[in-house]
């Protein structure tokens, strides 16, 4: 069993910065499987946003975020991050991070992934 839990999200301007945090804990450490973010507007599907192999290799991201976001991991803290910047607010969303079923591939579709965080809100004002 994974517990992940995301930190950092709030409400900020159109143009501005934030830094999403995913902590993990349990039997499966970052390093090795691969982690994605997420993200689910409301009355819409649950959308990907970004993810990481486990060899940090192999990185993707949402062509909508694309140049703007940017995923990263810290083994020793067993600690995934989506630093998200220039943000629009059709970025509103919450944001969950999940951990990948495979440490190759850095998927985009939720049936990859196995352990979800309970989200963070962020909300971005024009």
């Known amino acids: 069993q994974v517990l992940l839990v995301e930190s950092g999200g709030g409400l900020v301007q159109a143009g501005g910065s934030l830094r999403l945090s995913c902590a993990a804990s349990g039997r499966t450490p970052i390093s090795s499987q691969s982690m994605g973010w997420f993200r689910q507007a409301p009355g819409k599907e649950r959308e990907f946003v970004a993810a990481?192999?486990?060899?940090?290799?192999?990185?993707r991201y949402a062509d909508s975020v694309k140049g703007r976001f940017t995923i990263s991991r810290d083994s020793a803290a067993n600690t995934v991050y989506l630093q998200m910047n220039s943000l629009k607010p059709e970025d509103t969303a919450v944001y969950y991070c999940a951990q990948g079923r495979s440490p190759w591939s850095s998927g985009s579709s939720t049936r990859e992934y196995i352990y979800w965080g309970q989200g963070t809100q962020v909300t971005v004002s024009s």
């Open positions: 990481i192999n486990s060899y940090g290799n192999s990185i």
